[in-house]
């Protein structure tokens, strides 16, 4: 018998973004397990696959983009660049102006720029719910806004409610904003999700954090993944090629370690200039720039900005080495970076460096897919004999083990939310 679930998520593809590949893979194989899932969103910016039953809700637009009309300024461009801060203050590591505007947000950002959607989205739901027949709710964060959503449905209407929480909430060692407003904020964390049936997080580590906060809640673990058919190859890159794609958050993920090992390399004669090419698909902040100077590596460094998601596909997989950056934060241990999902895909080596050992260091070690690096010693140790390798047979090899990656699937993710989504349905019927 299938089964129908309403998932709220403020992220679903065409919209860009590390959610959209997670909800879009939970929609993609649910029904394999027996689920039907309807996907209630904000307006799209783009045509969404037809093989999906998507909802799409007015969106007013988020607050920051609402100001902005206000001040006569453009929604779709920074505000900081639109108002004449300098790039080298506005894309600093360290950046005065973006912290004072975070201030501001810190009020109209309450509990998150996507609030406009609250709205339009009960109404279009509460419809919905009373036309047809549904088995549960599964809600999406962040923006937290999409389980502020879930509850008022769930109030109303009485369905099984998975909260699924890819960050956790004022847990979140990311969270930007003063103690005052992350004590009102908690309060509220705890009134919405009182009434969630189970939680759901991506790591160990964070579900035993949120535990703490949530007593008594039911909190399952469901890593983020990959889509089986997104698994491709291509040629490999003639040179020692080292990629990295995404964003670097203002220098949380910092390349320094690498690109000090990399000219120290270079300068004892162990590594070749013109056979190594590292290259940021995604990221040409100012702070970067100044770190490549710095180095003396701007021959060895490309910087690229966003490229279509399709070319950052191939940009892996034709690379002999794919890079990920963790932030040195001891609470990272129990991170996982969605890119790391993405590289596993791409079947290439991956290196990842600094940041504690936890989750990733596990997850490569299990798959074999790649080594975690934390220190200057044993970074410019591997890349030598990784460079000597690439040297003798032309490429670096690929050693995953395919069972243990075939865990971290989209179809793996499906299973056990239909898994979690069953138990909390059987519970609740009557023997």
């Given at each position: 018998?299938?089964?129908?679930?309403?998932?709220?998520?403020?992220?679903?593809?065409?919209?860009?973004?590390?959610?959209?590949?997670?909800?879009?893979?939970?929609?993609?194989?649910?029904?394999?397990?027996?689920?039907?899932?309807?996907?209630?969103?904000?307006?799209?910016?783009?045509?969404?696959?037809?093989?999906?039953?998507?909802?799409?809700?007015?969106?007013?637009?988020?607050?920051?983009?609402?100001?902005?009309?206000?001040?006569?300024?453009?929604?779709?461009?920074?505000?900081?660049?639109?108002?004449?801060?300098?790039?080298?203050?506005?894309?600093?590591?360290?950046?005065?102006?973006?912290?004072?505007?975070?201030?501001a947000?810190?009020?109209?950002?309450?509990?998150?720029?996507?609030?406009?959607?609250?709205?339009?989205?009960?109404?279009?739901g509460?419809?919905?719910?009373?036309?047809?027949?549904?088995?549960?709710?599964?809600?999406?964060?962040?923006?937290?806004?999409?389980?502020?959503?879930?509850?008022?449905?769930?109030?109303?209407?009485?369905?099984?409610?998975?909260?699924?929480?890819?960050?956790?909430?004022?847990?979140?060692?990311?969270?930007?904003?003063?103690?005052?407003?992350?004590?009102?904020?908690?309060?509220?964390?705890?009134?919405?999700?009182?009434?969630?049936?189970?939680?759901?997080?991506?790591?160990?580590?964070?579900?035993?954090?949120?535990?703490?906060?949530?007593?008594?809640?039911?909190?399952?673990?469901?890593?983020?993944g990959?889509?089986?058919?997104?698994?491709?190859?291509a040629?490999?890159?003639?040179?020692f090629?080292?990629?990295?794609?995404g964003?670097?958050?203002?220098?949380?993920?910092?390349p320094?370690?690498?690109?000090?090992?990399?000219?120290?390399?270079?300068?004892?004669?162990?590594?070749?200039?013109?056979?190594?090419?590292?290259?940021?698909?995604g990221?040409?902040?100012?702070?970067?720039?100044?770190?490549?100077?710095?180095?003396?590596?701007?021959?060895?460094?490309?910087?690229?900005?966003?490229?279509?998601?399709?070319?950052?596909?191939?940009?892996?997989?034709?690379?002999?080495?794919?890079?990920?950056?963790?932030?040195?934060?001891?609470?990272?241990?129990?991170?996982?970076?969605?890119?790391?999902?993405?590289?596993?895909?791409?079947?290439?080596?991956?290196?990842?460096?600094g940041?504690?050992?936890?989750?990733?260091?596990?997850?490569?070690?299990?798959?074999?897919?790649?080594?975690?690096?934390?220190?200057?010693?044993?970074?410019?140790?591997?890349?030598?004999?990784?460079?000597?390798?690439?040297?003798?047979c032309?490429?670096?090899?690929?050693?995953?083990?395919?069972?243990?990656i075939?865990?971290?699937?989209?179809?793996?993710?499906?299973h056990?939310?239909?898994?979690?989504?069953?138990?909390?349905?059987?519970?609740?019927?009557?023997?």
């Amino acid at each position: 018998m299938t089964r129908k679930v309403l998932v709220i998520t403020y992220y679903f593809p065409p919209r860009a973004g590390v959610a959209s590949l997670r909800l879009r893979g939970l929609a993609k194989y649910l029904p394999e397990f027996g689920w039907e899932p309807v996907i209630l969103t904000p307006a799209l910016p783009g045509v969404p696959e037809q093989r999906f039953q998507i909802i799409q809700t007015p969106y007013p637009g988020d607050a920051i983009a609402i100001w902005k009309e206000k001040l006569h300024l453009r929604p779709d461009k920074g505000l900081q660049e639109q108002i004449g801060i300098p790039r080298a203050v506005r894309e600093g590591k360290r950046s005065l102006t973006s912290r004072l505007l975070m201030l501001a947000k810190e009020v109209i950002c309450y509990p998150d720029e996507h609030k406009m959607w609250y709205p339009f989205a009960i109404d279009m739901g509460q419809d919905l719910l009373r036309r047809e027949r549904f088995d549960a709710l599964l809600s999406s964060s962040g923006p937290v806004t999409a389980h502020l959503i879930a509850k008022a449905l769930k109030a109303r209407h009485g369905l099984i409610w998975i909260a699924d929480l890819r960050d956790l909430w004022t847990q979140n060692h990311y969270y930007p904003y003063s103690p005052l407003r992350k004590m009102i904020e908690r309060r509220l964390e705890l009134r919405t999700l009182s009434l969630a049936d189970a939680l759901v997080t991506v790591s160990v580590p964070l579900a035993e954090q949120l535990g703490k906060l949530h007593k008594g809640k039911v909190i399952s673990v469901i890593p983020n993944g990959f889509d089986p058919e997104e698994v491709g190859s291509a040629p490999l890159t003639k040179e020692f090629t080292i990629t990295y794609t995404g964003q670097l958050y203002q220098g949380k993920r910092d390349p320094a370690l690498l690109f000090r090992a990399v000219a120290e390399l270079i300068s004892e004669g162990k590594v070749h200039r013109s056979n190594i090419k590292i290259r940021f698909y995604g990221s040409t902040e100012y702070w970067l720039e100044q770190e490549v100077r710095h180095y003396k590596l701007d021959d060895v460094v490309s910087m690229h900005p966003y490229v279509p998601r399709e070319e950052a596909l191939i940009r892996q997989r034709e690379s002999q080495l794919l890079l990920l950056l963790n932030w040195d934060d001891p609470r990272e241990r129990g991170v996982y970076t969605g890119k790391l999902f993405e590289y596993l895909a791409a079947r290439r080596p991956i290196l990842a460096v600094g940041g504690p050992r936890g989750v990733v260091t596990e997850l490569l070690q299990e798959t074999n897919t790649g080594i975690h690096v934390s220190s200057h010693i044993e970074l410019k140790h591997i890349l030598a004999q990784l460079y000597e390798e690439y040297k003798t047979c032309g490429q670096v090899a690929y050693h995953g083990c395919e069972e243990r990656i075939a865990q971290y699937s989209h179809r793996a993710m499906a299973h056990r939310f239909a898994e979690i989504l069953n138990r909390c349905v059987s519970l609740k019927q009557p023997l």
